[in-house]
């Protein structure tokens, strides 16, 4: 995500977000994508692989929230 992030700002695809860095910095990535989705709106297309992204990321943290950490014998 980081790697991802840095090219995200370096291109400026999302001057208008306020927000968007910060929470990035933060690994908040629900509110990341609550800010764009408040500058662009949800079903803008071109934003919707940032979306898309973002809703991945989510996703997977919270997948990886509900596993279990070991098993006892």
Known sequence: ???WFK???AAGAVRKSVGFD???VRRDWQ???GSLEQAYG???PDH???MDTLT???HYRRVLALR???SAA
């Open 31 to 33: 509110s990341a994508k």
């Open 42 to 44: 949800r079903s803008n």
């Open 56 to 58: 991945a990321a989510i």
């Open 68 to 70: 279990p950490t070991g």
């Open 48 to 50: 919707q692989q940032t």
């Open 7 to 9: 090219a995200i700002m």
């Open 22 to 24: 910060s929470h990035m």
């Open 1 to 3: 995500m980081d790697v």
